[in-house]
């Protein structure tokens, strides 16, 4: 069976700035598939061209077999699309907002009230369904908004950014609830610019100014790292990371919150990075190997 | 990370500040205090009471009761004082985008009342320590996230303030920038500023000298990111913060 999202060698500029250049990727059925990437990366583009909402320059976009260019009609009515900016009606209720989308792909009443029921066991938003939209907090909009999206059940569904501007604890529910739904066989194209998500998608793409950087499992990612991770931990770490700005580890070293990360690229090994440093009079109170992570792996692949 | 700054005086002092909309109490006798120089992250769910907290430490905002001093002004009876201490940055940060990079500095230098002398010597400081020379006369708009991010945090001190508030300050910027972001706030830091941070995002929590999470109104943690870590026996401020707030899951 063919993939539902097939995206090949995509481009496309606005004016100077390359947006999307050269983009190919393929999401399998029942994937939650990353797009990950700061603002810019191209994220926002690749989601609107494969809704069709926007031409490429070049490059094909096929959605459940189909060219989307040709085929726009057969995209809208067939993909679920929460835009990063989506729009409940504020006025209506949680069930009045359901069934207005529900009417709107022509879904029978009687198939609305089963999909509803449905939607209301996972959003757990049944407590409220007779409260106005515009007076639910900012993480059960988001689950009324996802829930509209899928009343015509789709077998894909696209999210720009669903999780922005939310607390953690909503964000962890929220995906929680595309997990469930992937495990029901929808596939799922996520796009995200905070990392620590990444690790809830079975696949991603890292995006950085319109192209792909790296694209894997994210555990297969971080295991291909090629050098050790070491973090120096320091009471002044302002001061430690000046100093080493002065050294030659200048180019090896990123500030974390937990630390400064040195990347081994030379795999001096732990013995001779202590050595140096204390060549160099540089204090610190403690240095340890650590597991890279896909920060560490963005940072390096996008010098 | 565990940095030195402790002197022993305080930036930020709050005791049972309290604020009710109606018969909502959205924030209930709330009490701590940020010393100066420390880098105070200040976290909670969605609705949880941050903002009104944050609007009554900036002024903008009359506390039910309660105390609270702000650079040792009193948010009830020295508003402008106040105003003239802190600098505030949001994520929506008001960057003019169709003035240029030198106009906008000069713009906020006339808001905040500075001389037209220091006007000139602040410009040239700022695109100096920005390294935004090459860049002076271009249109804000043009530049990369991460630069505007960096000078729309330059603009909200160019008053020199004691203390600042930064709201969400790092969204969405890629993660080169996001570390020259923190290392000016580092270095702010090291030069006696107190910086106050509110964000949903917890990898900017690891950041923190110490963090306060907020739920229904009240703080039910403050301490350093590693010891919230250990006490909750999780291995990010992630997991920390879902232990701490979910019970309050589906309000």
């Known amino acids: 069976m063919e993939n539902p999202i097939v995206i090949e060698n995509l481009k496309k500029s606005y004016g100077k700035v390359q947006a999307v250049d050269n983009v190919s990727l393929e999401v399998a059925p029942g994937e939650v598939f990353g797009l990950i990437g700061p603002d810019g990366a191209g994220k926002t583009t690749i989601i609107r061209i494969l809704v069709s909402l926007l031409s490429p320059d070049s490059g094909k976009v096929f959605f459940l077999g189909k060219d989307v260019s040709k085929n726009p009609v057969f995209v809208r009515s067939h993909i679920g699309y929460m835009p990063q900016r989506f729009s409940l009606y504020r006025d209506l209720s949680v069930e009045q907002n359901l069934r207005f989308f529900g009417d709107l792909f022509h879904i029978s009443r009687a198939k609305q009230g089963k999909q509803m029921e449905w939607l209301y066991n996972f959003s757990k938003l049944r407590p409220f369904k007779n409260r106005l939209a515009g007076a639910l907090s900012g993480g059960m909009k988001q689950k009324l908004a996802l829930s509209c999206m899928l009343m015509h059940e789709p077998e894909v569904i696209v999210l720009d950014e669903p999780t922005f501007g939310v607390d953690p604890v909503s964000r962890h529910e929220f995906w929680d609830i595309l997990k469930t739904l992937a495990e029901h066989g929808i596939t799922i194209l996520v796009s995200t610019a905070y990392m620590d998500e990444a690790n809830l998608c079975s696949r991603v793409a890292l995006l950085h100014e319109g192209h792909i950087l790296a694209m894997d499992k994210p555990k297969t990612l971080v295991q291909q790292f090629q050098h050790p991770i070491f973090r120096l931990e320091s009471n002044q770490p302002y001061s430690l990371y000046t100093k080493l700005k002065t050294t030659e580890f200048a180019d090896s070293i990123h500030l974390f919150g937990d630390g400064i990360h040195f990347s081994d690229k030379d795999q001096l090994g732990q013995r001779t990075i202590v050595r140096k440093l204390k060549e160099w009079n540089i204090e610190y109170d403690s240095i340890q190997p650590v597991q890279a992570n896909l920060e560490d792996l963005f940072l390096e692949r996008m010098r | ?251």
């Open chain 2, 1 to 251: 990370m565990n940095r030195n700054y402790s002197d022993g005086e305080f930036a930020v002092e709050v005791s049972k500040l309290t604020r009710d909309f109606g018969h909502f109490r959205a924030v209930d006798a709330v009490s701590f205090s940020v010393e100066k120089g420390e880098i105070f992250g200040f976290l909670g769910a969605n609705g949880a009471g941050k903002t009104t907290t944050v609007r009554m430490l900036c002024g903008l905002l009359m506390p039910s009761s309660g105390t609270a001093a702000v650079g040792g002004f009193d948010v009830y009876t020295q508003v402008e004082q106040i105003k003239n201490s802190i600098g505030y940055m949001s994520q929506s940060f008001s960057l003019y985008e169709d003035l240029t990079v030198r106009e906008n500095i000069q713009f906020y230098g006339g808001v905040y009342g500075l001389k037209r002398k220091e006007i000139r010597r602040k410009t040239e400081e700022l695109l100096d320590y920005l390294n935004l020379w090459d860049h002076a006369d271009q249109l804000t708009r043009d530049l990369p996230l991460g630069w505007k991010q960096r000078m729309a945090l330059s603009t909200a001190i160019l008053h020199d303030p004691n203390i600042i508030f930064l709201d969400e300050p790092t969204s969405g910027v890629d993660p080169a920038s996001r570390r020259d972001f923190w290392l000016l706030i580092y270095e702010l830091a090291e030069r006696g500023k107190t910086v106050f941070v509110t964000t949903h995002y917890m990898d900017e929590a690891e950041y923190c000298d110490r963090v306060s999470i907020m739920k229904q109104g009240k703080i039910v943690e403050i301490d350093k990111p590693e010891v919230l870590k250990e006490k909750y026996g999780s291995e990010s401020m992630q997991q920390v913060f879902i232990n701490v707030v979910s019970e309050v899951i589906g309000e």
